[in-house]
């Protein structure tokens, strides 16, 4: 089991019952809960970096549309009716 360590949480009191009790509906304690929600903030967190930085990789990776980087057309032909 991973190593715990105790912060101080302040916290309203309207949302501290509230929070408890969801932890009483779901047979849990607060400090779980905590945890719970907290993890999935960072693992989220940690999704999000990773899609970034491939998604980010691929744009300065991306290949050739074959215009070889200069552009062959002008607005004013992209925009004729």
Excluded: F
Excluded at 14 to 38: F, M, W
């Amino acid at each position: 089991m991973a190593e715990t360590q105790n912060i101080t949480l302040s916290l309203s009191r309207d949302l501290l019952k509230r929070v408890k009790r969801v932890a009483v509906d779901r047979d849990s304690s607060v400090s779980a809960l905590v945890a719970d929600a907290l993890t999935r903030v960072a693992d989220d967190h940690r999704r999000y970096s990773s899609a970034r930085r491939q998604s980010l990789a691929a744009l300065r990776s991306a290949g050739s549309l074959g215009t070889k980087g200069r552009r062959t057309w002008t607005r004013d032909e992209l925009h004729e009716r």
